[in-house]
């Protein structure tokens, strides 16, 4: 019965005293050895099918780590090209020409070498088109300067997005794992 399980739950916990030390003494540092990944030279693919409605596409791009002069603006770079609805690839491939039905980049840059990763997912039938439209939107993107006002509205929801991470307790722990795992 439900009183049961809250009747343990009660007893579990209250036995437990959390103090800094009985903290240490229950969980240690996990020790870990990083491997330097080596440099990528040529693209690679793995391509599974299988009897799907829709197909999910991840493109990675290596980038510097955590420490390099370029990690913010790869941040803002990946904000402005495909993070929320007035991003450049979620308005131009999403709701201008309704290739997609989600796309989104983001970049990892943990001390270690990172990563760029642009994710889509889409209806199959959409898929030669939809690369094509987003490799040309890439291209673009590399020759034009963004605008102040594309600026401003990546930096509000970069913010943003941190504000509301700390809203929940999924967002603060896996803030503290992404932490903890640079």
Known sequence: SNEKIVKAIEKTFKTKKCTPESHQKRFKPIKRTRTNVKPQKTPKSSVKFKSINEAFIDISFPVPNINHPDAGAIDMFCAILGQGDTSYLYHD???????????????????????????????PKNLKKALTEITKKLVEFKYMTPSDEDIEKAKVNILSGHIFQQETVDGQARKLGLYYSM
């Open 93 to 123: 491939i999403k709701f201008s020409k309704q290739l997609v039905n989600d796309i989104t980049t983001y970049s990892y840059t943990p001390k270690d070498s990172g990563v760029m990763i642009l994710s889509v997912s889409l209806n």
